[in-house]
């Protein structure tokens, strides 16, 4: 758990991160912020309707990368949709700010847990290190 919270704090103390995904042979990067850890998992957020969405459900490999403090961090790994109502709630409780476009009943609202992620820290004074959860 110590690398998965050492991540979101770094995530959290940037406050943007970049959601790389991939549509046919083309990257697409686009700024989320929208964070939370439930049951032990990395979590995001976007909506069904939105063209990221549709990107993750033809191919779950995508890549966040975030910079703070002279330091940045990038996560690869698969984000999976997680289907339950709870997470759904969970993640708008802990972001209320999204509450005024999505609501965990409203059939949009999709959340995302990160599987099999390797986190590299780097900056351009120190080695590289990568923490996996």
Same mark, same amino acid.
């Given at each position: 758990?110590?690398?998965?919270?050492?991540?979101?704090?770094?995530?959290?103390?940037?406050?943007?991160?970049? *959601?790389? $995904?991939?549509? &046919?042979?083309?990257?697409? @990067?686009?700024?989320?912020? /929208?964070? +939370?850890?439930?049951?032990?998992? *990395?979590? $995001?957020?976007? &909506?069904?309707?939105?063209? @990221?969405?549709?990107?993750? /459900?033809? +191919?779950?490999?995508?890549?966040?990368?975030?910079?703070?403090? &002279?330091?940045?961090?990038? @996560?690869?790994?698969?984000?999976?949709?997680?289907?339950?109502?709870?997470?759904?709630?969970?993640?708008?409780?802990?972001?209320?700010?999204?509450?005024?476009?999505?609501?965990?009943?409203?059939?949009?609202?999709?959340?995302?847990?990160?599987?099999?992620?390797?986190?590299?820290?780097?900056?351009?004074?120190?080695?590289?290190?990568?923490?996996?959860?």
């Amino acid at each position: 758990m110590e690398a998965l919270e050492r991540v979101y704090n770094f995530l959290k103390e940037a406050g943007v991160f970049y *959601l790389a $995904t991939v549509e &046919g042979d083309q990257p697409r @990067v686009r700024p989320f912020g /929208a964070l +939370n850890i439930f049951e032990g998992k *990395l979590y $995001t957020q976007t &909506g069904h309707i939105k063209p @990221v969405s549709k990107q993750l /459900a033809a +191919n779950p490999k995508a890549e966040i990368c975030a910079f703070k403090d &002279g330091m940045w961090l990038r @996560v690869s790994a698969k984000l999976i949709e997680d289907t339950r109502r709870e997470a759904r709630k969970d993640m708008l409780d802990k972001n209320p700010g999204l509450r005024n476009m999505y609501s965990e009943d409203d059939g949009n609202t999709e959340v995302v847990y990160f599987q099999d992620a390797v986190a590299t820290f780097s900056s351009f004074t120190s080695a590289p290190e990568t923490v996996t959860f």
